[in-house]
C-alpha cells in the first residue's frame, strides 16, 4: 500500500485546517478498507458524564464537520442540551489522527432534506422505524415496525420525519497528529476564540 509522502509535503507548515483535512480524507479514502469518514462523536449528559460513539461524516467544509442523527437519541439530546461536541478521526492505515472541538448548530432543513432525499430506501425506513436509544422489547418489534412503515410508504416519497435532521459542529480546536518514529509524533493544535475568528497555531510535544 503506498503512503503519502510527507517528506515533501510537512503537514506542521499549513497555516490553516480544513484545507489539510480535506486532504487526508482523501488520503484516507484510498487506503481505508471500511468507512473511511467514521469518526467518534463525543457529548455529555446531564450529569456531566460522557458518552461517545461511532457516526459517519457526511459533509464537511469551512463552516464545519456535519453528520445526521435522530434527534430523540441519547447524543441528539445531549447535544441539543449542550450545544457543543468534539470528534476524534483515527485513520490507522496512514498512522494520523484529527481531533475536533467546537459549539455545535443543527443543519438547516433544505440540508436535511437533501441528504435525506438521497440515502437508500431502506434507511429511510429506518429513520421512521427505529426509536433509537430507547428500550426495545424484541428483535421482532423493530422488524414489525420496519414493516409497517414500509406498507405505509410502499410507493412515491417517503418523508423526512421531522426528528430526524444534522448537526454541524463548528470547530473552535482543530488538533492534528501523525505518527512518527519513536513516538516522536507530530502535533499540531489550531485553536481559535470563536467559529468566526482566525487560527492561531501551534506544535505540541508528542
Known amino acids: 500500500m503506498s503512503m503519502p509522502n510527507d517528506e515533501k509535503s510537512d503537514f506542521t507548515l499549513t497555516s490553516e485546517p480544513f484545507h489539510l483535512f480535506g486532504e ?3 488520503d484516507a479514502k484510498k487506503s481505508e478498507l471500511n468507512d473511511p469518514n467514521a469518526v467518534a462523536v463525543a457529548t455529555v449528559d446531564e450529569q456531566g458524564m460522557p458518552n461517545v460513539r461511532m457516526v459517519l461524516l457526511k459533509d464537511f467544509d469551512e463552516r464545519g464537520f456535519v453528520f445526521f442523527t435522530n434527534y430523540e437519541s441519547q447524543k441528539g439530546q445531549e447535544i441539543l442540551s449542550a450545544h457543543k461536541a468534539a470528534m476524534c478521526f483515527h485513520w ?5 489522527q484529527v481531533r475536533v472541538r467546537g459549539p455545535v448548530e443543527q443543519v438547516s432543513d433544505a440540508e436535511a432534506d ?3 432525499a438521497s440515502r437508500p430506501r431502506g434507511s429511510r425506513i429506518g429513520a421512521w ?4 436509544s430507547r428500550p426495545l422489547e424484541s428483535r421482532y418489534a423493530l422488524e414489525k415496525s420496519v414493516a409497517e ?8 416519497n417517503i418523508p423526512r420525519p421531522s426528528y430526524w ?8 480546536s482543530i488538533e492534528l497528529w ?3 518514529a519513536f513516538r516522536l509524533h507530530d502535533r499540531v ?7 468566526d475568528s482566525d487560527w492561531s497555531k501551534e506544535r505540541l510535544y508528542p
Open 24 to 26: 487526508w480524507l482523501e
Open 92 to 96: 490507522k492505515s496512514l498512522r494520523r
Open 114 to 116: 437533501a441528504y435525506y
Open 129 to 132: 422505524a427505529s426509536k433509537q
Open 149 to 156: 412503515y414500509t406498507a405505509k410508504y410502499a410507493i412515491g
Open 165 to 172: 435532521s444534522g448537526f454541524r459542529i463548528r470547530p473552535t
Open 178 to 180: 501523525h505518527d512518527r
Open 189 to 195: 493544535l489550531f485553536t481559535r476564540d470563536n467559529p
